[in-house]
DNA sequence: TGCATAGCTGCGTACCTGTGCAGGTATCGA
DNA sequence: TCGATACCTGCACAGGTACGCAGCTATGCA
């Protein structure tokens, strides 16, 4: 099986067939893409703790979450328009409050394993 | 139950009892730190194209991930430098070949679930 | 109709990080 | 011993990103 790439096709390897697997299990270059942005969003702690409050405890406020963090408010609001736009959380209008919930399967899946070996 | 710190305890919540449990959720500031940075590991496609390739394939070689990833040796190098700081992976030299392979469990779990989803 | 609260936005700054280039070290074959 | 290969390191540049501040809109209460 030849996958390396025809640019790359004459470059000397060590493992010849080690390099097709690895080709083959990076898979499509998109899919790495998609999921780096997805690891990007949990990379800071700031936002992590957000996700984390988001994950377990359902829908709340911005400065509920600015309290929780000890963030200050357009902080958190910033961090949740990033999210929002990745389509990760959603936030529903109460009045004059937005309560926030964690809406995207793959993320809360990921958060799930962070949360496990908690205190 | 009190868990709002001290220097926000005057700030007006909007679900009192939400911040608690979202406080909770959060944990310890360092447990959030130390995830966030595993997760910032895999949050550049590169890295972590190198990540699925070592997760599926085993030990392989530098040059032979620069191959299979497109990079350069010495952007492979410094990725690689990084993910051994980080306790990711380890390399092993045989003769003039370092092979590295994934240790970090954690970090395998992880691949796991971006692995799934792939074609 | 004021006035405080809840949330959002834009801007500027400082910082971090990925990337490429040049050069260095160590191992193997001729 | 000479050269090629495999890998590593340091440095400088560009790009992105988090963070704080000031100011804005909108809702609810008195």
């Known amino acids: 099986m030849h996958l390396v ?9 060590i493992d010849g067939h080690r ?6 299990a990076i898979g499509d270059e998109a899919h ?9 969003l949990l990379a800071d702690p700031k936002r992590l703790a957000l996700l984390l409050a ?3 405890t359902g829908p ?17 609001s910033q961090a949740l328009r990033l999210l929002r736009a990745a389509g990760v959380v959603t936030g ?4 004059r409050v937005v309560r926030y919930r964690l809406v995207d399967d793959d993320t809360r899946l990921l958060l799930k394993h962070c949360a496990a070996d908690g205190p």
């Open 5 to 13: 790439p025809a640019d790359r096709a004459e470059r000397r390897t």
């Open 19 to 24: 390099v097709c697997d690895a080709i083959a």
């Open 32 to 40: 790495v893409r998609t999921w780096a942005d997805r690891f990007s």
């Open 54 to 56: 988001l994950h377990r």
């Open 60 to 76: 709340l406020a911005v400065s509920d979450l600015a309290i929780a963090t000890g963030m200050n408010d357009p902080a958190v």
């Open 92 to 95: 529903e209008k109460e009045g």
